[in-house]
């Protein structure tokens, strides 16, 4: 579980570990694992926020991610 704060218009990027088969189904995927958001606090415009997902998919604040990157597969 990754437990983070994010203020205003900030955001997070899930996205398939690397490493996956790029041609899998979502259910292949997924398969029995789901994705959960807890938001644990909202005070003074920061959301204290924990989310559970399956390993096989990287959760990262998107300040940390190159914008060339998100942007190459469009």
Not at 29 to 48: D, M, P, V, W
């Amino acid at each position: 579980m990754l437990t983070l704060s994010r203020k205003n218009n900030q955001s997070i990027i899930i996205t398939p570990a690397v490493g996956l088969d790029p041609n899998m189904t979502v259910s292949e995927l997924f398969g029995q694992s789901k994705i959960e958001i807890h938001f644990n606090n909202i005070r003074n415009g920061t959301a204290s926020i924990s989310i559970d997902a399956p390993k096989c998919l990287d959760l990262m604040r998107s300040e940390l991610i190159d914008p060339d990157i998100l942007t190459a597969g469009e």
